[in-house]
């Protein structure tokens, strides 16, 4: 559909930058792109199918305005991209660390925590 309600070619396509940026950017101090909780199944929550459409409409067109101050800030999809690229490897290094200092916990038959101290980490690392 076309003509008055046709807006600027902004992708919001399951690519990397719009399915993953929660999670990382909120870590950052930035919630850019909430999650929305699951819809309920057809007739669950009393609401008419007219209802649902137009709570995803006003969704649509507040994701629209995200879209459109994150590029007026001077993000790119690009740049957004390779941040959360790095966000994910570090998270996988830390998960392995994490592991590794688990396992070395349960081999000493001490906490975690108790290892902290050792490695020099804080507890919020």
Same mark, same amino acid.
């Given at each position: 559909?076309?003509?008055?309600? @046709? ?9 990397? @930058?719009?399915?993953?940026?929660? +999670?990382?950017?909120?870590?950052? $101090? ?12 057809? $007739?669950? $929550? #009393? ?6 459409? #137009? ?18 800030? $001077?993000?790119? +999809? ?23 200092? #688990? ?6 038959? +001490? ?15």
């Amino acid at each position: 559909s076309g003509g008055a309600g @046709f807006r600027p070619p902004v992708s919001r396509s399951p690519s990397p @930058f719009t399915r993953r940026l929660a +999670v990382p950017l909120a870590a950052a $101090g930035r919630v850019l792109f909430p999650q929305l909780p699951a819809a309920p199944p057809h $007739g669950a $929550g #009393g609401e008419a199918p007219c209802d649902d459409i #137009g709570a995803l409409k006003e969704k649509d067109r507040a994701l629209d305005r995200e879209i459109a101050q994150l590029l007026s800030e $001077g993000y790119s +999809v690009e740049e957004l991209e390779k941040h959360i690229s790095l966000l994910h490897e570090y998270n996988e290094i830390k998960d392995a660390g994490q592991m590794l200092l #688990g396992k070395l916990a349960v081999i000493r038959g +001490v906490t975690t925590k108790q290892l902290y101290p050792e490695y020099d980490l804080e507890l919020n690392d």
